[in-house]
């Protein structure tokens, strides 16, 4: 009996790992107070910066509220699902590998067991552009919560050459 509660801890701590999804720490651009908190951390808005890992040459950013007051001072709020996101070439796009439709970016968790955001990358293959969907998603009762952001993927530089989005989706 004793080992069911390290069972459950196990099954706990590996919903939501991914070896790609969490290939890289995000960078902390800043932190903006939105709500004053006497004696506590105050709630602020955090943005931050990620490299696609496998998409060289694009970068996204994306805001999320972090809670502040008692609970967030010690990590056990449960942050709310308003996240917005901003993707952008940043350089040559070089495709290091095939990808699904729908594979995993970027995986955090927004509360102490059951919720997590996510950045998934899709290819709109008549267009040629790199789809970016961030959202928020809950065990229970899901989140419909969202925000999505578009990559054309254009030449870069002295070439007037740009990959094909098509040719990396499997």
């Avoid at 506590?40 to 696609?52: E, N, R, S, V």
């Avoid at 065990?139 to 254009?154: E, W």
Wanted: some cysteine; overall charge positive.
């Amino acid at each position: 009996m004793k080992s069911l509660p390290a069972l459950i801890l196990a099954v706990v701590l590996g919903l939501g790992l991914s070896a790609p999804a969490m290939a890289q720490e995000p960078d902390l651009i800043f932190k903006k107070s939105t709500v004053w908190k006497f004696l506590t951390p105050d709630d602020k808005l955090a943005t931050y910066g990620i490299d696609d890992p496998v998409v060289e040459g694009v970068a996204c950013h994306y805001t999320v509220p972090e809670r502040g007051g008692v609970k967030g001072m010690i990590g056990v709020a449960e942050e709310v699902s308003d996240i917005s996101i901003a993707c952008r070439q940043i350089g040559p796009i070089a495709f290091k590998a095939k990808f699904d439709q729908g594979d995993v970016v970027y995986r955090e968790s927004r509360s102490l067991i059951f919720k997590k955001m996510q950045i998934v990358r899709g290819c709109d293959v008549k267009r040629n552009v790199l789809v970016y969907l961030v959202y928020s998603d809950k065990l229970i009762d899901g989140s419909p919560k969202n925000s999505t952001s578009t990559v054309p993927i254009m030449p870069w530089g002295a070439t007037n050459d740009a990959p094909k989005c098509a040719d990396f989706v499997k």
